[in-house]
Each structure stands twice: as C-alpha cells, then as structure tokens.
C-alpha cells in the first residue's frame, strides 16, 4: 500500500466518518487520536507514519502527543528522503512539528535562494501555530530577509499587525487585518478590503462605486460570499468551526485566499488543494498576505497596472 492510500485509509477516512457533523472536527476525537498514537509505536514503518501524521493534523493536542510529533519527523524514524515535499504537507496540519519544518528551512537556506524555500517560508509564518514564534534562521537570503518575516508575522492570522514601517503593501495589510483605510488610499487598500471574511453586504456594495477596481480584479467584487450567503461566522484559526469551515468550502476566490490564509478552513480530512492557484486575483491576494513576488515569472511583469506595486514587495530584498 503506498503513503496516500494508506493515509487515506487510516486518517483521513476515519476522521470523515467520525467527525462530519462535529462542531470542531480539527480536534478529532479522543478514539482516533489514541488510535493513531498506538499506531505510532508500530514497528511497520507506513503505519508509524500515518499515526504520527494523524496526530501532527490534529488540533489541541497534549503536550505528550506535541512532543511525540516533533520525536518522530526529526528523529531517526523520519522520511528524509521525502523532505522537501513532507514539510509543505505537514503545512496543511493543524500542529506541525516546528523543529523539523525549521530544520528543513534551514538546510534550504544555506543554498542558493529558491522558489520553494520561499513558498515554504512563507507558508510556515502564516501557519496559525507559528504565530509569534521566533523567526526561523535562514542563511543566503540577505539581512533585509527580517522584514519580510515581519511582515508574514503581522499577516499571520493569529497576531495583531504591528509593522513599525509603512508602504502600499503594509497599508493594504493593515486594511485587511483591521477593517479600516489608511489616511492615504491605493487600489490594493480597497483590494485587500474586499479580501476580508466577515466584510458586511452593505460595504461590499458601497465599495463598488467609491472603489472600481477595474478590469479582471473586479470579480472579487462580483464573487464576494458576502454579496451571495453572507460574511464568514467568527472562528478561532486554530480550530475552526463547521460553519466556519462550511463557509471557506464555497466556490469562490475570497474563500480560495482564506484556505490559503488559514488552512484549517479546509476539513481535516480533505487533502490540502486550493482552487484558482494561478489565478492572477488570488495571487496578488496571497501577496498581500505576504507570498513571495517573483519578478521574473510572476503577473508582476504582465500586468502594467500593478507593475511599479509589485517592486516594493518586501519579500523583494
């Protein structure tokens, strides 16, 4: 039986059947997490990795099981040959063993800077359990790197913002964390605005006419769930809600960039797959909260109207 099988069958499975109607799935349930944990003690290689990935998905676990998670990914039992693709997975987990993810970044860094380093970084700064954590070392990567974790850390859905500098990209985070415009509007202000959740149907209408954002970005507007079913209920992005999560699952690119922000939105037992990736409107949201810019391949260099605003990116060092 190969790893996604086998996940399949002892995780993701299990927790479906056991936590469909459940208020917080993400904690799972006492049964499947002591399953998982015998499992974890198994002499079979696939099967102590499903229980351990079982445990490290899991919400608010003990200080036993935490330690046993973060044991098992940097010890001896570890997948290393896996290590590149193992810490994006383990991103998409409610409890992600930090060592190993920080290890992995790291190693990565003491390389020429890369693409997936990048993507890796970013991800893990948003990640809910990595709020206010210190920054992981990452070598290569030039001193103004700070900023940029700074930046991630403030975008981080868990943490207040807190940037002690301001440019078009701050103020439009500022704008998204907080609800409120900054003295001095941009177009990506009224942007990262229409990314917000919980935004009520009456802004998102006053918003078409003191705002237009033009073109293809205008779908933001026109998709918004707002408009359709109503703002996202409170959640803790630790553990979110069903509602919650029933809220992130409808088809639409705001709730593509909230599963993106906070991957709990997505249900525990669904792998971790975000629509509209590549979609130009998402990514210039997943920049606002801090993806890295790409001059030499991303929408930065084919969309005049954005160019000049994708140079002052701070991941841009």
Not at 242 to 253: D, F, K, N, V
Request: hydrophobic content about 45%; glycine content about 4%; some cysteine.
């Amino acid at each position: 039986m190969d790893i996604d099988s086998a996940l399949a069958e002892t995780v993701l499975g299990p927790w479906h059947a056991a936590c469909k109607d459940a208020e917080f799935p993400w904690e799972a349930t006492p049964a499947l997490q002591k399953t998982w944990a015998r499992m974890y003690d198994s002499s079979d290689p696939l099967t102590s990795f499903c229980g351990a990935f079982g445990l490290s998905r899991c919400a608010r676990l003990s200080d036993a099981d935490r330690m046993a998670v973060e044991y098992y990914f940097t010890g001896p039992k570890s997948a290393i040959a896996q290590v590149g693709n193992l810490a994006d997975a383990l991103l998409s987990n409610a409890s992600p063993p930090h060592m190993f993810i920080r290890a992995v970044i790291g190693v990565a860094g003491s390389q020429p800077p890369s693409a997936a380093l990048y993507d890796l970084l970013a991800r893990y700064m948003l990640h809910p359990s990595s709020a206010d954590v210190p920054f992981p070392e990452v070598t290569n990567m030039g001193a103004p790197i700070s900023r940029w974790m700074a930046y991630l850390q403030s975008a981080n859905a868990l943490m207040s913002f807190s940037l002690p500098y301001s440019s078009v990209w701050t103020d439009a985070l500022y704008a998204f964390k907080t609800g409120e415009t900054p003295p001095k509007s941009h177009p990506l202000t009224a942007f990262a605005l229409l990314m917000r959740c919980d935004t009520p149907m009456p802004v998102i209408k006053k918003m078409e006419i003191f705002s237009p954002l033009g073109g293809r970005y205008d779908v933001l507007y026109s998709e918004h769930p707002s408009l359709h079913g109503g703002p996202c209920p409170p959640f803790n992005p630790v553990s979110p809600s069903m509602a919650a999560i029933r809220w992130a699952s409808s088809p639409s690119r705001v709730t593509a960039i909230w599963r993106y922000h906070v991957p709990t939105l997505i249900p525990p037992w669904v792998v971790d797959k975000i629509e509209h990736m590549d979609d130009p409107v998402v990514k210039l949201a997943m920049h606002v909260l801090g993806a890295p810019v790409f001059p030499q391949s991303n929408v930065a260099t084919s969309d005049p109207l954005w160019a000049e605003t994708f140079r002052l990116h701070p991941s841009i060092f």
